[in-house]
Every structure is written in C-alpha cells, then in structure tokens.
C-alpha cells in the first residue's frame, strides 16, 4: 500500500499571485468595458448600482419637487412630463443611470416616504425598440403592458388585497407568526394549502376583494373574479398575462391598461404610477407626419380627456426621455394634437414639467470617477486621491470626451487597461494624451478622401 | 477633355495678409479721414470687430487694443497695416499726396460692394485686380492643380503627420536612430497617401536621406545614431521636417514655383473668392494635414449653365466658376440628398445623433465641387423650404473648456450662420 498519495506534497508550489490592480490599490478595474446601463446585470458597474447621486442632484429635486412629492389627489397635478436632454452629446450623458436609480428609490417603498405618505405609487420604466417596432400608440401599451407585468407590481397588488382582505375578515391573525419576510409573504398568500392549512376560507376571502368599490366596472371574466368557482384555482400574475393576450389590439388593450388595470390598482390601495419612457426618439424617428400626429391623439385622450378611469383622475404620470433633437421632430403633431397646451415641450425658461439635463461639469467628472474607484478600493482613500489617475488627467479625459459620461467612464476602463500593461506607476495627462491618439487612429470606418465620389469639373462641357 | 494650357511665367508673390476684409476695413477708415494715423486707428478698431489676426483664422475673443498693448504686438499689427496699404495702392484703390491718404472713384466703388452687396462680391471684385497685377496667381493655381492631379479633380494633398499620430510615443523617442524611425515611418505613410490619392508611384528614400543630412548638419540630431537627442529641440526638428516636406510636395511633387508663405495666402485668397477650396479639416480618418482642390476650370468655352463666367483671359481662355444655382430645383434636391448622404456618413463614426455639421460640410463641398459660401446659402434654403424630402435640424453645440486647458486662441472651424444664429451641430430625418 502506498500513502503517497496522502503524505506525498506536491513539487509545484503554488504562490499567491498579486492581483494586477493591487498596485493602484484597486480590487478589479473599477470601469465598466461597456458603459450602457443593463438593470439586469448582476455587476454593479454595469447595473447602475455604483451611481454618485451628486452629479444630478438639480435634476433629481426638479422631479421630486414637481412630481414625486404632489398627491395625486391634487386635480392638477403634472401628468406628462419631459426629461430633456439639452447637452448634444448624443448617448451616454447618464439619462438610463438617473432613471434607473430613481426607479429603485421609489420602488423602494412605492414612495411611501418620498411623497411624505401622501402618495403610494410604482414605477415602470419602458424603452421603445430601437428597429422601429414601436410605431402606434398601440404598440406603446402593449409595451407598457408588458413592462407592467415584468416588473411582478400584480403579484404584489394581489398581495396587498389579500392581506387587507385577511386582517379584515380575521382580527386576529398575526402577520409576524406567518411571515418572516417578503418572500415568505408571497409564496403562502399565493398557495392553497397554506390557506386550508390555517383554516382561512379563500373563498370568503376573494369575495371581500372583489367587492371593493373600485373593481365594480371590471368585465366579468377579469382575472380576479378567476377563481372564486374552483378552489384550487388562486388567481396570479399569469392569469393577467393570458388575459392580456387574448384581448384584440386596440380597445380592448387600451382599456385594459388605462380602465381595468388602473382600477386594480386602485383597490390595491395605489393612487398612482409613474411611467419613464427611455430614448422616447425611437418612435417619432419611424413615423411619418400622420402617425406622429394620431400617436399624439391618442396619447392626449389617454392621458387628458378621454374617457378611461386614467384620464378621469390621471392615475399615470408619463414622463418621456428626450434628446435634443427630438422636440423639433414631435412639435408639429404636439401642436395638432393640442398636446403643446397641455404639457407643451417648447418653453421659454423654467418649466415644472421639464427636467433638463445638461452636460455634466468637469468636477462632475471628477465625482463619477471617484465614485467608481472607491467602490473597488483594497484601502480606504480619502476623497481628493485619484490614484492612479492625476486630477488633470481625468479632466483631460472629461475634455476629450467632450463630458460625455459614458465615453469618459470607457475611456478610463481602457486607460487603466494599458496602464497595467505597461507598468505605468502614475497615469497623468501625457499618458492620456499619447492614448487618445492611438485610439482615434484605429476608428476608421469611414470612407477617406481618396475613397469619395467627386464631380469632376474637368469632365463638365 | 479641354486641353489645359501651360504657363511658362511665375506669377508675383502677395502681400502679406491673408484676410481679403482687410483692404475693405482699411477702405473704410480712409473713408473716414485722409490722416494716416488716424486711419490706423480706425484699422486698428475695425481690425477687433472682424475679429482678424494675422493668421488665417480669425479669433476667438481678442482684447480690444489700447496703448498698453505689448510693443510686440503693435509691431506686427502695423506691419500688417502697411502691407494692407501697399496693396491698395497697387490696385489704385488709394491714392496718397504728402501724408495724407484718399480713395480714389475704384476705391469708392469696392467700399460701395462691400457694403451693398457683401464680403463675397467684394472679393470677386479684388479677383480682377490681383489677377492683373501680380500676373494671374490665380490661373497658374487652378491649372498647376488640374495638371499635378488629372486622375482626381485637381486634388492636392500635404500630408502632415505628428509622431503621435504614426504611433510613436514621444516617450519613445529618446536617441537618433528614434528619430530616423519616425521619419522612415513617415516617407512610407506619405508614398501611400500619394498613390492613394494622386495616383502616382513616388519614391521619397532620396528626400527622406537629404532630411536627415540636413537635422545632422544642423546639429539636431546627433551624428552617433545611438546617442540620445537634445530634447528641448524635439519641437524644432518637427518643424524642420514638417516644413521640409511640405515644400517638397509643393515645389518638388507639384512643381509649384511659389513659396510656402505665397501659396498659402493666395491659396486661402482663393477660397474666400470661392475659386479654390483648401481645408485642413477634412474628415479622413487616415489622412492628416492640409488638401486643397479646384473649385473652377479654366476653358476657352463651356456651356453648362452650372458655371458662371469668371473672367476672360488675353489669350482666349476663361475662368469659370461652379456656381450651381440655388433656384434650380434639381440642384436643390441633389443637395438635399448629398447632405442626407454625407449626414449618415459622419453619423456611422460618431454614433451620436447630432453630428458635426462643419464635418459634413466639408464632405458634401468635396462631392459637389461648391464653395464653402454656397453650402451655406443651399444649406438655408433647404433648412426652410417646405415639402423637402428629409427634415434638417441645426442647433449650436457650445463647448466648454476649461482656461488651463484651452489653448485655442482662434476659431478654426466657423459655425455656419442661419437666420443670424451660428449652428455647428445637424441631424436629419425622413420627412
């Protein structure tokens, strides 16, 4: 028998490796490669998580002040608004990074606390297709509808309704001796056997919901009335879907969305939703002067005065993300829509309604990037180190992307990357400088001078 | 194809300015007193207002001059003074008794079409009498440009290329043997630009080796290639060789018999008549420097009615300038493609909506053969016509720069003014 394979170390040993990085006392590189938003990634640099709320802080009280913190109960209250992007510098000046982060904060509690408890509100942000496949208004329900039912707000009405409905019919049921948390709230609200297994009668239960004075109008085969035949049968988010799908395009699915739904959530005890449509310019760029003019109509009636429960009492609150080409192209059909009187989008000065977005500042710059470092800092550093980068570099960086936030967080990824490979001890404005013109030199797509038709004069008799 | 006739005389060098608005500010102030001294004043004022320098930019902010100016500047602003007032009195346009100075009835005249009918005519006015007087600098630049580069339309290309831009870090370039990398790296960058866009296999070892002779003569570069170069002189043996070549391109490739300093400003007189277009702004992604090409033919006939008599030569030959007209309706909307086109063009690179409009001008001014001024006045016309196939919007992108780091003293790249707004950004769409 041999205990080598016990006793036995092996020759190769294996000695820690410093992490590449460790020299400018960073865990990884702190950039994002890509610097476009995905809410859905699971790295902070790329999910919107790392996000220094300084930068926009004028723009984040504007919507506070003007939208967030208004009851709803007040008639007046802003109903369409705009995010205008007034820098020029095309993507990347932060518009998806604001948003998505102002979706979590009220998403949070619903804006319970934003809004002083005077609202209880959710928010969905939807983004058009940028093919063009979002061209009626239509289209945008559907979108809205399907970002509605992503963002899991049913399952949570259900749950609000069945809980009221439980404390209602049981005074003295505990939620503290059911539930240890939100999870826990949402898979026995959603199981028969947990309502037998307490001796809880879904049946009577479902009956309190569906008698909720704002659920009166619903049509008759609306999903929360689904299971009060069959036991078994506990209506979820699923049912809502399916319901969805089997109603034609048009009416019936704007109906759904701006009648029955909002009703739904009435009686879940919101009083209001917010709506961000991101990069609003997909649609308009792929609609000709009519359809942007009926999209126009439609949205004024949906929104305004047409009939729906949202128009009556403007449930939803549309703020649109603009850049800043777009109000020239929309104006015309705003103008015939009679949208530009309700919430016009040409307005000399300071309008409530218009939260603009400007370039960033150079020490907005400097902010971004040190919000970035110190999120993967080995050591804590105080606020003025930018180590490696020297202030001036990162201002050359700013300057160079001409502020664009995007491109100077891509830029900075890439720096630190050749830095590293080189070895460079200090990344200053030289090392910038000699990068920049090595970059610009491989992007080469399009034609030169040799390469372009010309008329020749000399051909012309 | 016209024969293109060859000239065998050297046309005179110019004065030593480049704005042609100098001789009307100086017009002006002689209209406004026959005291020499007060006239510089005037010029010296006027010269603030058209914000002219003694580049050929024109500046970005200057301080208005006063007695503290520094004696440096003051020097060179009456040296230009003075060239601007020989020059008038070449072309008769003043006249001078004693000390004091007046307009004559031509000087009266050109002072008139400034000011009733714009900068413009103006220069089509001077075009004469420079053309006369300094004989015919003009014509031998628009033939040189046809002959040098048939296959392309006149195309003249003066490639400059910083070691930067070839690749090399100027870290890197410590000793001789560096240097002489970056000038071998250079001659084989332009041998490909000149067969790229002049059709022409060049070999440029010869040239290349008498730069190198010269930078060891002079002391630049150290004889002992592995021995490292004073690098204080970086800057000066960048000069040395850029100038080097592109006297070479000129005089050598082109056979110009012009010096650098006179090419340069007739060249840019050109442009501002609208006979010629040189830039140093097209947007090549691989070419860097200047280019310059005809925007004009010379012809004993022609008769499309796209070009519009210039002048008539002694000899039976006429300048003719590629005028499309505004009016036509055809014209309008190949314009209105060709910007759509050249838009999207620039809009592939930069990957932004708003794209830079000074970029797309050069582009559509190289396919269609117009002047910078024309675009202009298409451009206006299509921005406000209705029932156009695309939509145009313009807006102004005003870049903010920091003072340490800014270092431009002159506007490059002027905006283009619509309705009395300067705009240097568009974006296009399908109506």
């Not at chain 1, 969305?257 to 005890?269: D, E, I, K, M, R």
């Not at chain 2, 301080?63 to 601007?84: A, C, G, H, I, L």
């Not at chain 2, 409009?357 to 006045?377: G, P, Q, T, W």
Request: glycine share 4%.
């Amino acid at each position: 028998m041999t205990i080598d394979k016990y006793a036995k170390r092996p020759k190769a040993e294996i000695a820690p490796q410093e992490g590449k990085y460790e020299i400018y006392n960073l865990q990884e590189n702190p950039f994002p490669s890509q610097p476009f938003v995905n809410p859905e990634s699971n790295d902070q640099r790329i999910n919107g998580k790392i996000y220094e709320t300084s930068i926009r802080k004028q723009e984040y009280k504007t919507i506070e002040e003007n939208f967030l913190s208004v009851p709803q109960s007040d008639p007046n209250h802003l109903r369409l608004g705009y995010v205008m992007d007034v820098s020029y510098i095309g993507r990347g000046n932060g518009k998806t990074a604001f948003l998505t982060n102002l979706l979590r904060k009220i998403n949070k509690d619903f804006s319970l606390s934003i809004s002083n408890e005077l609202n209880k509100c959710f928010a969905v942000i939807v983004a058009p297709e940028p093919s063009g496949k979002t061209k009626t208004f239509d289209d945008l329900v559907d979108l809205i509808t399907d970002r509605i039912f992503e963002s899991n707000i049913i399952d949570d009405c259900l749950v609000s309704l069945r809980l009221e409905a439980i404390f209602e019919l049981y005074e003295n049921f505990s939620a503290e001796k059911h539930f240890q948390d939100e999870l826990e709230i949402k898979k026995k609200l959603n199981s028969p056997e947990w309502y037998k297994e307490n001796n809880l009668d879904y049946g009577s239960i479902n009956q309190k919901i569906i008698s909720n004075s704002n659920l009166q109008s619903l049509p008759t085969n609306f999903p929360i009335y689904g299971s009060s035949t069959l036991f078994a049968n506990i209506s979820s988010e699923k049912d809502f879907v399916n319901y969805f799908i089997g109603l034609k395009r048009g009416k019936p699915r704007s109906e759904f969305l701006f009648s029955h739904l909002v009703n739904f959530f009435l009686a879940a005890g919101f009083n209001g939703a917010y709506i961000f449509v991101d990069d609003f310019a997909y649609i308009p760029d792929f609609q000709s002067e009519r359809q942007k003019r009926d999209f126009a109509v439609e949205l004024r009636t949906a929104l305004f005065d047409g009939l729906s429960t949202n128009a009556r009492m403007g449930f939803y609150n549309f703020i649109f993300v603009l850049h800043a080409g777009v109000p020239a192209l929309i104006q015309p059909a705003w103008e015939q829509a009679g949208l530009e009187h309700r919430s016009p989008i040409f307005y000399r000065g300071n309008a409530r309604h218009i939260i603009k977005f400007e370039k960033i500042q150079y020490e907005d710059a400097l902010s971004l990037i040190q919000k970035y470092l110190q999120s993967y800092r080995i050591s804590n550093v105080s606020n003025d180190d930018f180590f490696p980068f020297s202030k001036e570099a990162i201002e050359r960086i700013a300057e160079l992307n001409d502020l664009n936030a995007s491109k100077i967080l891509k830029m900075a990824y890439e720096i630190l990357e050749r830095a590293v490979e080189q070895n460079v001890r200090e990344i200053d404005v030289d090392f910038v400088t000699s990068n920049d013109e090595n970059h610009f030199a491989e992007q080469n797509n399009a034609s030169g001078i040799s390469e372009a038709t010309t008329k020749d004069l000399m051909k012309e008799i | 194809m016209n024969p293109v006739a060859k000239q065998n005389y050297t046309p005179q060098a110019p004065r030593k300015f480049y704005f042609l608005d100098y001789i009307y500010i100086l017009l002006k102030g002689v209209s406004l007193s026959n005291n020499q001294e007060r006239i510089f004043d005037h010029f010296l004022d006027m010269k603030y207002q058209f914000r002219l320098g003694e580049s050929k930019y024109k500046k970005i902010t200057e301080e208005p001059t006063d007695s503290n100016e520094s004696k440096y500047k003051m020097v060179k602003y009456r040296y230009t003074f003075n060239q601007v007032l020989s020059e008038a009195n070449d072309y008769k346009l003043i006249k001078q008794e004693n000390s004091l100075i007046s307009l004559t009835k031509d000087g009266i005249n050109a002072l008139q079409i400034y000011e009733q009918n714009g900068s413009v005519e103006f220069n089509c006015f001077l075009f004469r009498m420079m053309e006369e007087k300094h004989q015919l600098p003009f014509r031998y630049l628009i033939e040189t440009c046809y002959q040098v580069n048939q296959k392309n339309s006149g195309l003249l290309i003066f490639p400059i290329y910083s070691a930067n831009r070839l690749g090399f870090e100027r870290d890197s370039l410590k000793t001789s043997a560096d240097l002489i990398k970056y000038l071998q790296s250079l001659q084989n960058r332009m041998e490909e630009d000149i067969s790229k866009n002049l059709g022409k296999t060049i070999n440029l070892t010869q040239q290349n080796n008498e730069l190198i002779e010269r930078l060891l003569k002079e002391g630049l570069l150290p004889v002992n290639q592995s021995d490292e170069f004073d690098s204080s002189k970086y800057n000066s043996i960048m000069k040395r060789s850029r100038d080097f070549w592109l006297k070479y391109f000129l005089q050598g490739i082109y056979s110009f018999k012009f010096s650098l300093d006179s090419f340069e400003i007739w060249a840019y007189r050109a442009k501002q008549i609208g006979l010629l277009q040189i830039t140093e702004f097209y947007p090549d992604p691989l070419l860097y420097g200047k280019i310059a090409y005809p925007l004009s033919v010379i012809r004993p006939k022609m008769n499309s009615t796209d070009f519009k008599l210039f002048c008539q030569y002694s000899d039976g030959m006429n300048l003719y300038l590629h005028q499309p007209s505004i009016n036509d309706e055809d014209k309008q909307n190949s314009f209105a493609k060709l910007l759509h086109e050249k838009y999207l063009e620039v809009r592939y690179t930069a990957k932004t909506y708003f794209v830079n409009l000074l970029n797309v001008k050069e582009r559509v001014c190289y396919a269609m053969k117009i002047s910078e001024h024309l675009f202009d006045k298409f451009l206006s016309y299509s921005y406000h016509k209705k029932g156009l196939q695309i939509k145009i919007s313009l807006e102004v992108d005003n870049r903010r720069q920091p003072k340490e780091l800014s270092s431009l003293d002159y506007v490059r790249r002027e905006p283009v003014m619509i309705d009395g707004k300067p705009r240097n950004i568009i974006a296009i769409d399908l109506a």
